[in-house]
T-cell receptor
Framework: DAGVIQSPRHEVTEMGQEVTLRCKPI?????LFWYRQTMMRGLELLIYFNNNVPIDDSGMPEDRFSAKMPNASFSTLKIQPSEPRDSAVYFC??????????FGQGTRLTVV | AQSVTQPDIHITVSEGASLELRCNYS??????LFWYVQSPGQGLQLLLKYFSGDTLVQGIKGFEAEFKRSQSSFNLRKPSVHWSDAAEYFC??????????FGSGTRLQVQP
């Protein structure tokens, strides 16, 4: 398996623009997580899905953030409109109930 | 709410020296415990995990960790550090809700 695949690896956008981050989990994994990593706040859970259903979105910082999982092999995290304070590395991870979480390589987002 | 404490932000050791990275958690029961490693610009890679059973667990790259219930600790050890071990190390817990709560990380620097 190729592991968790995230795209793009790097994204630079202007403030106010919409940003969409993409994730393909490992096949057969029924949990999918979105984390954000910053120097100030470390690794924070934003939202996670089980069987494509959002279970806990309490970590989503604002209404500007939204996440979807239309099927078992794809998820998106959207920020609209983006702000400079959204600059961070965003990680997607997937797992089954009996395994550890496997992380993607991350998307480094810079909002200027 | 559960929390994870990594008291050492930055540790420097000489190559060939032993290493211990500390991790304490706050949770009423025994959670699932993990150590992940992150190299610059990379995602998180699992070093080892504790679910139950033997409290001394072996991981990849010669790392081991010991779960001590009485101290709510899960310290990571390596008897002889290699220059390639320089990275950031994260302790994490899963209290049953399937999502991970991470510590703030310990950055390891290895001197030749």
């Amino acid at each position: 398996d190729a592991g968790v695949i995230q795209s793009p690896r790097h994204e630079v956008t202007e403030m106010g623009q919409e940003v969409t981050l993409r994730c393909k989990p490992i096949s057969g994994h029924d949990y999918l997580f979105w984390y954000r990593q910053t120097m100030m706040r470390g690794l924070e859970l934003l939202i996670y899905f089980n069987n494509n259903v959002p279970i806990d979105d309490s970590g989503m910082p604002e209404d500007r953030f939204s996440a979807k999982m239309p099927n078992a092999s794809f998820s998106t995290l959207k920020i609209q409109p983006s702000e400079p304070r959204d600059s961070a590395v965003y990680f997607c991870a997937s797992k089954t109930s009996n395994t550890e979480a496997f992380f993607g390589q991350g998307t480094r987002l810079t909002v200027v | 709410a559960q929390s994870v404490t990594q008291p050492d932000i930055h540790i420097t050791v000489s190559e060939g020296a032993s290493l211990e990275l500390r991790c304490n958690y706050s949770y009423g029961a025994t959670p699932y415990l993990f150590w992940y490693v992150q190299s610059p610009g990379q995602g998180l890679q699992l070093l080892l995990k504790y679910f139950s059973g033997d409290t001394l667990v072996q991981g990849i790259k010669g790392f081991e960790a010991e779960f001590k219930r009485s101290q709510s600790s899960f310290n990571l050890r390596k008897p002889s550090v290699h220059w390639s071990d320089a990275a950031e190390y994260f302790c994490a817990v899963d209290t049953g809700r399937r999502a991970l709560t991470f510590g703030s990380g310990t950055r390891l620097q290895v001197q030749p």
